[in-house]
């Protein structure tokens, strides 16, 4: 056997053991998240939120939301997250340090004025310039905080400097959150007894094309443009499958940080967000676990399959890419950062499932596959085509179609928030086509992002939005 | 040798990946025929749905608008229920049609609900229901004690008080908020008996419920003593929503209780409810507490401090919590009249912290 008959098979056989594992844990993932998703449903039957809404003995919530440069939305976003359903809440908006005049629409909208204010610096940040408070009553549970621009892991350590609750909920200032938000939130807070619930994250829909009025969504429709309604198939297999899955084996390492609760007192024992990562929604999660696990304290992360968030997707590949190769970055950096979990039985099923997983099938997954990919191209040019190779890819990609198809279904089957049956034949559409129109690009945008930490790019990219204008269709 | 070996496993492997790529597409289909064949089911179930809520519909009109029938109208009623009791053995039918009855009898009060809940024992659900409190599965049971408690069939209390201490926390959670909203505040004896914990949102249930009940002088200090601390908690709560002054002195006792959770919600509840000698209890446990119950005494001296505390306020100003300075600082500028005037003394001859602390203090009292 010649040797490049040796590097062949290896090649062909790695890849396929590659494929088997992540059948096998696609198929786990999905039966996972069919208990969980079905325990979670009928316990939810039995909740009645609106006794949550009005009862004073509901923890204090704070919401911290950073804003940069969001001047033309922030006056509706701030009303929308001052309408809220809960009893006992306060809302902070960070400005950090924005170039525009967002700080003076909100002085002038809200009749702000600036208020001798002590910061408690138990997070060290970036010099707060002034804290303003509302002179009108009505708007009592605001407060708008100036600060030097520091990033948003900064702008939220600032927040939860300022607020006073016992747990925050981070959010960015330009989702749209459904009105019983905050009340599905807090639920697992106030349920547990025998561990300690230090976070709790929501799922985040896709706004795009949906009808806002008034900070409020008033009407979801699928998102007509393509990358927008591709993603929303990405949210819904990532929300409903893959994290709820994670939540039943209580390894879950991801909140986003569009939306998700924290417990203060262990995020300021952690020493908060993570100003140095791009990707500080996940290093603080795993921090958090990891504190616990180093203290031994039993803990959960918690996650509600409800959509509670709904935000714009990025409807360009310029700025897709950019996002992509963020999160990569992010993925590496938090790996890096906690390198000494892995496979580590005393850090429990965090060191031996949840960090392996993400270092083998998030970060490692779209290596191998582009570098599979090409490896494959070339040999078959150069020798001659490849059939086993071919079958294992052709294999793969009718599995992840089927995935994909199969979050359809849960999702019919549990929210169904798209009702019109076009709207679900356009879904599986983009489930067949995503593995050849999106993934490609997903995957490249990964490479570059690894690409990128190596030569030391720390950069957040820039995230442009439409933004949800009053009475307007994204 | 080495050569001949690795061909063999080539050849092994050749098999694996055959049966893999089989299994794969086996796998496949399976779900594909699976997917599609719940949906079909689901549509066929949706299709039935729709002819039965037109007898849900009609049962729920004609207990709405009873006082308007008249012979037609009784005789259609009789034929809607004589359809609706052939179709109960259908258990689909009757966890569709019990759904329908409950949900209208949440919002409707008076003889239109005393109408319901006829229609309701008439068509036998509250004997499908009592089956369901011996179900395995939690939910078919706290189904079960929901529909009854909503229904309001106090026939089947004693049933429903043995699964308020059951091993699922929702079961026992409806059983628990059955008894309270039959009996109000005497509903609670399942406290004297509970081994599991009541979660915060259990107790905020609870509470909720009895909000709406009379209130009652029972005697809650019983429950201080309990060996379940959440029960102690939930006690403690009751005192201070209720305003049991008569109790002071069992709550300061549960400031030693050896939970922190009891002591922190004892120092809560001091909050509220207080006398001269408050403080004097607060100040002589706080050196043994950690720093989150030494921050909820400091802001419990807002209320309970007076210009004998000023001493202890001052030293707390010398903490390295800023949290506990801040509320040090309040407390003494809501001691005595010139609390802020001797705090302004104080901060020009310490720290930067402080005399900031009493600009946000004189902001917030501006305000």
Redesign the interface.
């Known amino acids: 056997?010649s040797w490049q008959t040796?590097i062949l098979?290896l090649f062909t056989?790695g890849i396929?053991l590659y494929?088997?594992v992540i059948?096998i844990c696609y198929?786990l993932i999905g039966a996972f998240s069919i208990m969980e998703t079905r325990s979670y449903l009928?316990?939810n039957?039995?909740t009645?939120y609106r006794?949550?809404a009005?009862?004073t003995?509901?923890?204090s919530m704070s919401i911290l939301a950073p804003a940069y440069n969001e001047g033309p939305t922030i006056i509706e976003n701030v009303r929308s997250l001052l309408s809220l359903h809960y009893h006992n809440l306060e809302v902070i908006i960070i400005n950090d340090g924005s170039k525009d005049d967002s700080l003076e629409r909100l002085i002038e909208a809200y009749s702000l004025y600036k208020?001798?204010?002590?910061v408690?610096?138990?997070l060290k940040t970036k010099p707060v310039k002034g804290v303003y408070?509302s002179s009108n009553p009505v708007y009592r549970k605001l407060v708008v905080v100036d600060k030097e621009n520091g990033g948003k892991a900064d702008a939220l350590n600032v927040g939860v400097n300022i607020a006073r609750s016992d747990y925050f909920v981070c959010i960015d200032v330009d989702c749209v959150l459904e009105q019983d938000a905050l009340l599905k939130l807090a639920?697992p807070?106030?349920?547990?007894?025998?561990q300690r619930v230090i976070a709790a994250g929501g799922v985040v829909r896709i706004a795009n094309s949906c009808e806002i009025e008034g900070g409020r969504l008033v009407k979801v429709n699928l998102p007509k443009q393509f990358l927008p309604r591709i993603q929303t198939l990405e949210y819904i297999r990532a929300f409903l499958l893959s994290r709820m899955a994670w939540t039943k084996l209580n390894g879950l390492l991801l909140i986003s940080g569009a939306f998700g609760a924290f417990d203060r007192?262990i995020v300021i024992n952690c020493g908060g967000y993570n100003s140095k990562t791009v990707g500080e929604d996940m290093e603080l999660v795993v921090r958090m676990r990891r504190y616990m696990e180093e203290l031994g304290e039993p803990y959960k992360v918690a996650f509600i399959p409800d959509p509670l968030c709904w935000t714009e997707a990025p409807s360009t590949y310029r700025i897709l890419g950019r996002q992509r190769n963020r999160w990569t970055r992010g993925t590496i950096e938090t790996l890096r950062a906690h390198k000494k979990m892995f496979f580590n039985p005393s850090y429990g099923i965090l060191g031996m499932l949840s960090y392996p997983y993400w270092f083998f099938f998030e970060f490692l997954a779209p290596i191998i596959e582009f570098f599979g990919t090409l490896g494959l191209i070339y040999y078959c040019f150069k020798y001659a085509v490849n059939w086993?190779a071919i079958?294992?890819m052709i294999?793969v990609i009718?599995?992840g179609i089927?995935y994909s198809?199969?979050a359809i279904?849960m999702e019919?089957?549990t929210y169904h928030q798209y009702k019109q049956k076009r709207d679900i034949l356009h879904l599986v559409l983009v489930a067949i086509l995503e593995p050849f129109v999106f993934h490609p690009f997903v995957v490249w945008s990964a490479v570059v992002g690894n690409f990128d930490l190596l030569r030391k790019n720390n950069s957040w990219g820039e995230m442009t939005r439409a933004g949800f204008a009053p009475n307007k269709k994204i | 040798m080495a050569g001949r070996l690795l061909t063999y496993l080539i050849k092994i492997s050749w098999s694996v990946q055959n049966i893999a790529v089989a299994a794969v597409v086996a796998l496949m289909t399976c779900l594909l025929v699976f997917m599609l064949l719940y949906m079909y089911v689901k549509s066929v179930r949706e299709k039935k749905q729709h002819k039965w809520r037109m007898i849900s519909d009609m049962l729920i009109n004609k207990a709405i608008f009873y006082e308007d029938r008249d012979e037609i109208e009784d005789q259609i009623l009789a034929s809607v229920l004589e359809a609706a009791q052939k179709l109960i053995v259908n258990r689909y039918f009757r966890k569709f049609i019990a759904g329908e009855l409950v949900s209208a009898k949440k919002n409707i009060s008076g003889a239109s609900a005393d109408s319901l809940k006829q229609f309701y024992l008439q068509l036998g659900l509250d004997k499908y229901a009592l089956k369901n409190l011996e179900s395995r599965q939690w939910y078919v049971k706290a189904e079960a004690i929901q529909e009854l408690t909503i229904m309001h069939t106090d026939e089947f209390i004693d049933q429903l008080h043995t699964h308020t201490n059951d091993k699922n926390e929702y079961v026992r959670m409806e059983a628990q908020a059955a008894m309270v909203q039959f009996k109000g505040f005497d509903g609670l004896d399942f406290l004297n008996s509970i081994s599991y914990p009541l979660s915060n949102w259990q107790q905020i249930k609870l509470l909720q419920l009895l909000s709406l009940k009379p209130p009652s002088t029972i005697n809650i200090d019983k429950w201080f003593k309990s060996d379940n601390n959440s029960v102690v908690i939930f006690a403690l709560k009751l005192a201070r929503n209720y305003h049991r002054f008569e109790l002071h002195d069992a709550i300061t006792e549960c400031l030693d209780h050896e939970n922190a959770d009891v002591r922190y919600e004892a120092i809560r509840c001091l909050n509220e409810i207080y006398t001269d000698e408050t403080a004097d209890h607060l100040i002589s446990r706080f050196l043994q507490q950690g720093l989150k119950h030494q921050v909820a005494i400091a802001r419990a001296m807002q209320n309970v401090g007076s210009k004998k505390d000023e001493l202890f306020l001052f030293d707390l100003l010398k903490h390295e919590s800023d949290e506990l300075k801040l509320h040090a600082a309040r407390a003494l500028a809501n001691a005595s009249k010139e609390g802020l005037l001797s705090l302004e003394k104080y901060s020009k001859e310490s720290e930067e912290a402080i005399s900031q602390i009493l600009m946000h203090i004189k902001g917030e009292n501006a305000a």
Do not use: W
């Open positions: 056997m040796f098979h056989y396929l494929s088997i059948l198929l009928h316990k039957s039995f009645d006794m949550l009005s009862s003995e509901t923890p208020a001798d204010y002590f408690n610096q138990r408070r639920k807070f106030l349920e547990a007894t025998t007192e086993e079958l294992i294999g009718c599995l089927l198809i199969f279904m019919v089957l």
